[in-house]
């Protein structure tokens, strides 16, 4: 089953397309990494699968539920972190925790707040405002706000931005052991090393359709001798 399904996704900005009739899947459990040149619509996309952004025309299904007719069980079932998140910058982190917690109706707020700020090392800055947090502790904040309902759909936009090194080693652990436990994931990247750790999948678009989708070991066979994955995958881009 797909957990993930894009069906014909068309979207213009003032005249302008941004997508333009594109169509793939995740399968439940998979990873995918969205792959594909400044402009070519992967944040549009990534918004509409979230249901923040109604597409012309097209069809998404998260979890089986369509976005546009079922918009809370598709919210339920998924968590999103967008390209520079903003958690609530008047609130500490605690209570924007608690607040996510409650909005997505988890019946122990405590124990989750507990868990992802373990998960993601933010014991010692929950009292603070966001406003005065570094930027990769701002991210940190994000992602916790994503996935503090352990959700079945994950997307992730360039989900290790701004963190440290030893932090971005803990996210890929605990985000491999999420797919371990079967959640699925879309993750829109610019970088390689990025999609090759956490995605079992790729999906590449440009102009707002779809130009490649398959393993990340069927993407290996098309590097050619002495060819880096990047220059491969620059390749299939233009
Ligand atoms: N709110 C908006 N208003 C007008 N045009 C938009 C809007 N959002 C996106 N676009 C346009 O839609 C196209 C796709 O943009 P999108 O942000 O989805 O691309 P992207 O693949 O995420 O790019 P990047 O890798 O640079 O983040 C671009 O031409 C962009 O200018």
Redesign the pocket.
Known sequence: MKCIDVEGLV?S??G????DGLSFGVECSDSAALL????????????IIAGL?KPDSGIVRVCGFNTIKEPRLTKACLGYLP?DAAPFMNLTVRENLEYVGLVRGLSNVKDAVEWVSQALGLDGLMNAQPASLSRGNRQRVALAMAIIHRPKVLLL?EPLNYLDIPTQENVIELLLSMRRNGTTMLI?T?IMTVAERLANRVIM?NR?RLIWEGSISELMNLVKPGERIEEAVARMLK
């Open positions: 979207k900005f003032n302008v397309r941004a997508l594909g040149p400044n402009g070519a619509g992967k944040t549009t996309t990534m918004r952004l390209e936009d829109s610019h678009i707002g």
